[in-house]
């Protein structure tokens, strides 16, 4: 697909400031460069720092009551949101606002890690993509996040029937996922549209198959993967979040990261770090 993104959407989110970020963002964290390499080849597991681990640390004496999510077959699957390049890749049309994010998470590799252990213990796989047709750029209103996406071709694909120009392009698939998403049993339904389930057939392809439990992952994290949570809980399941297997976008505005930790932490089912939900799945199969 050609995406043209010369051009200013009006939001403060210009070609020119996601490049400036993104050198920002390179330069200004340590071994930064290197470990986005590595998460685009799967050479080299990436875990979260330990300045990230610190910063996003959940409080030593909680305010709240502690819950947890027991994972049980046949009633459990994986969901992730937005595995894709325009997110998770150096080479995606946001990563000078979720790049520093995604770095210090370790976001990647987690994700990858995410759907080895589904896969080894036979657990359903969903995915829950984004993608934008051209009918979809002739909306008459948007928010401020939908404008920024449309007006910088994120997500863009040629049409619902066209697969033209998709491979490698900013709505494919990171490459280290395709092998997961694409072995004919991974679920992948039809793309949601502003940021929650609510118009694709996530939940219907879940309920088909008797799931009600889900473990979450994806991007973004304060916008799609919360509104996954949220519209999923509204529907009657249990979600567990893992907290490392997603990362927000950094901007003026504030740390969307930040933002969706904190409310996962007063939402949802369970928390959960990647080595933990690895560990569990693993247990339960």
């Not at 009918?135 to 040629?158: A, C, N, P, V, Y």
């Amino acid at each position: 697909m050609t995406q043209n993104h010369n051009h200013d959407c009006g939001c403060g989110i210009t070609p020119e400031y996601v490049d400036l970020a993104r050198r920002r963002v390179l330069a200004g964290a340590a071994g930064a460069a290197a470990a986005g390499a590595a998460a685009l080849t799967g050479s080299a597991a990436t875990a979260a720092t330990d300045e990230a681990r610190a910063y996003y640390a959940d409080p030593e004496t909680p305010g709240l009551p502690q819950v947890d999510m027991e994972i049980e077959p046949g009633r459990t699957a994986l969901v992730v949101t937005d595995p894709q390049i325009d997110f998770l890749s150096e080479d995606g049309v946001t990563w000078g606002v979720v790049g520093e994010s995604v770095t210090e998470q370790g976001t990647v590799d987690n994700i990858e890690r995410l759907f080895a252990a589904a896969k080894a213990a036979g657990m359903p796989v969903f995915i829950s993509p984004h993608y934008y047709y051209p009918h979809d750029h002739q909306w008459q209103f948007e928010g401020t996040l939908e404008k920024t996406m449309h007006s910088i071709g994120m997500f863009d694909r040629l049409g619902p029937l066209n697969l033209g120009n998709f491979e490698g392009s900013g709505a494919d698939w990171m490459p280290q996922y395709k092998k997961y998403i694409e072995d004919g049993e991974t679920i992948v339904c039809s793309p949601h549209k502003v940021y929650s389930p609510a118009q694709n057939d996530l939940n219907l392809q879940m309920r088909k198959r008797g799931i009600d439990k889900v473990i979450l992952a994806g991007m973004s994290a304060n916008l799609c993967t919360q509104a996954h949570l949220y519209e999923l809980l509204e529907l009657g399941y249990e979600v567990a979040v893992v907290r490392d297997a997603t990362a927000g976008a950094k901007v003026p505005e504030g740390d969307g990261y930040l933002a969706a930790i904190i409310n996962f932490r007063m939402v949802a089912n369970a928390v959960w770090w990647t080595d933990d939900a690895v560990k569990r799945i693993a247990a339960a199969s």
